[in-house]
Nanobody, 123 residues
């Protein structure tokens, strides 16, 4: 079992920054981690992914260059540094964990989800 707890959300003005944290517990070895978000009335959207062991990252085009995913293996925690925030970034952000569909990499099935943390960006 994997437990994920997000924190760090809040209210910021456009152009500001926030850092989200995701504390993971349980057996997360070989799991990829990521971040999704969902705004009111909109579908869930992929934000970022990070390989737990290798530190490789992927980003949605909408956040590329502004958001940075990172990890701290010692603390078993992943982060999402969000800079130059825009009102369009307002959403509930979820930390996720899963394993690749195929051995060795590729698409990931995110089977574990945190409870979410609210990020609100005012204009």
């Amino acid at each position: 079992q994997v437990q994920l707890v997000e924190s760090g959300g809040g209210l910021v003005q456009a152009g500001g920054s926030l850092r989200l944290s995701c504390a993971a517990s349980g057996r997360t070895f070989s799991y990829d981690m990521g971040w999704f978000r969902q705004a009111p009335g909109k579908e869930r959207e992929f934000v970022a992914a990070i390989n737990w062991d290798g530190g490789r990252t992927k980003y949605a085009d909408s956040v590329k260059g502004r958001f940075t995913a990172s990890r701290d293996k010692l603390k078993n925690t992943v982060y999402l540094q969000m800079n130059s925030l825009k009102p369009q970034d307002t959403a509930v952000y979820y930390c996720v964990a899963g394993r690749p569909v195929f051995p060795g990499g590729g698409p990931v099935e995110y089977n574990y989800w945190g409870q979410g943390t609210q990020v609100t960006v005012s204009s």
